[in-house]
Structures are given as C-alpha cells and as structure tokens.
C-alpha cells in the first residue's frame, strides 16, 4: 500500500487563465481599474517572479460614458497594494451617469456597466472608547439614506497613517433593515497580507466617505466580509467565491455615490 501510495501523483484540475478586474468610479472622482489575470493552483511554491506576468500593463481599457468612449492610460501609485491601474485625465463620475467598462488583454475580453447611484448623507459622528482596549476608540456614524438608494458601505483611512481609503472592516449595510442605528466607521487594510488594527488611536483624524452602491455591489460586499471575518477560524476556515458583475472574467466593476466626511478623535 506504501508502494502504491508513493506512487501517485496528485492532479490538480485545469483552470484556464482568465481576466481578474477591481475596479469602480466616483461622482468627482477619476476611474480606478486594476487588470490581472488569474493564476492556476499549482503544487509548487510561486513567488513574486512568478505571479508578474498576471499584472496587466498593456491592456486596452475603455468606458463608455453618453455615446463617447475613452480610452484609460496606465498609471502607478504606491497608495494601493496593486501599484499599476488605469484611469482617465478627463473623465470623472457624476451621480446618473451610467459607464460601461471593456478591457482587452492577451486575446480575452471582459466587460460590465455600472451606475452611480445618489449618495446619502452623515448626520451625526460619535466617538467613543473600545471597550476592551484601553488605547482603541471606535468612530460611529448615523445616516440619512438617499431615496430609493438602500444600500452603503463606508470607505475609511486614518491621516498619516494610511496612504489612501481602504474598505472600512465590517462597513457594509442596508439602510431599510438598520435605519435608526450608528455604524461603526473601522479602519481597512489596504495590504491584506499585512496585520493592522481595525480601530483608531488618540489624536488620529479620521477621514471616512459614505458610498451608495446597488444590489450587485451590496452583495459582494457582503460576502467579501463574510470571508474576511470567518477565514481565520482555525477549525472551520471559512471561504466562498465572490460573486461579481464581470462578463467575460472575475472581479468588479462598481459605481459609487460617494459623500466625504471628517471625524478628529480629541
């Protein structure tokens, strides 16, 4: 039994490459696009040598916005775990607009549509202490929904201590089932490999934007958490696919109605 055991060589299905998209667009804001490519299991050990041939840099990216098309240059920024993305000079999103998304690379082809939805506004910011950590204080925000507009999701960052927004921990909802309660405005990572604390310390400023976001949206979300909050279970790992609005590929493309706010922890 040894012998035959030795013997066999594990096989692991096929899974063809296939184009991984993150991206999404704001009122007043320039579009984000990240494009990568999947990466098959392998029994080998893969590094970053390994893995850069699936970052795409040259791929054709266009969105469609009222009849015209405009073509996305790429750019770099050290604000995101992806350094490379692309983006627009002249396009920026207004609330209504609808924007269709294609991108093109080593002979695949994916596309989706989004629409900015309108955003809601923060009426009331709250701080206060963690209750189990002494140093810790947790912000909290009451919402006013904008009509018809039902679910949100807060984006947040800590100044001087995170380069850019980052999905705040948990920040996900639907207004219609929690309509007179403060959410908890927590602290994102935008490594997910790197350790951070959820929460804020003394002193921080607290910069945090309240996004509305439709269905498709709400629902990746929300599954993106479940996965983030369950996957350490050391006993019962916790892991689904995320279900996103791509044809032609995996991944995202999101409109979101965005309203900034600020909150100084004194």
Not at 56 to 67: F, L, Q
Not at 185 to 201: A, H, K, L, Q, T
Not at 223 to 241: C, G
Request: proline share 4%; glycine share 8%; charged share 20%.
């Amino acid at each position: 039994m040894a012998l035959m055991l030795a013997a066999c060589t594990p096989e692991l299905p096929e899974s063809p490459e296939t184009l991984v998209i993150e991206g999404w667009i704001e009122n007043g804001a320039a579009p984000m696009v990240f494009v990568t490519s999947s990466v098959s299991t392998s029994l080998q050990e893969q590094g970053l040598a390994d893995l850069i041939d699936h970052v795409a840099t040259t791929a054709n990216v266009t969105i469609t916005h009222d009849g015209v098309r405009y073509p996305l240059i790429g750019s770099i920024s050290d604000d995101h775990f992806l350094s490379f993305y692309y983006t627009s000079n002249t396009l920026k999103g207004v609330v209504g607009g609808t924007y269709k998304l294609e991108v093109d690379w080593k002979g695949m082809h994916a596309e989706a549509e989004t629409t900015i939805l309108a955003p809601g506004t923060v009426d009331s910011v709250a701080v206060e202490r963690h209750p189990m950590i002494d140093t810790s204080y947790i912000v909290k925000a009451h919402i006013n929904p904008a009509p018809d507009v039902r679910y949100y999701r807060f984006f947040s960052m800590a100044v001087g201590k995170d380069s850019t927004y980052a999905i705040s921990y948990n920040g996900i909802f639907d207004s219609e089932l929690h309509s007179d309660d403060m959410f908890a405005v927590n602290r994102g990572r935008i490594n997910p490999i790197e350790y951070s604390d959820f929460y804020y310390g003394y002193g921080d400023s607290v910069r945090f934007k309240l996004a509305s976001m439709d269905a498709e949206a709400y629902d990746f979300w929300t599954r993106y958490d479940e996965n983030v909050m369950f996957s350490h279970t050391a006993l019962l790992p916790y892991s689904s696919n995320l279900k996103g609005n791509i044809d032609g590929g995996l991944g995202y493309w999101f409109g979101y109605g965005v309203a900034a706010n600020t909150a100084v922890i004194r």
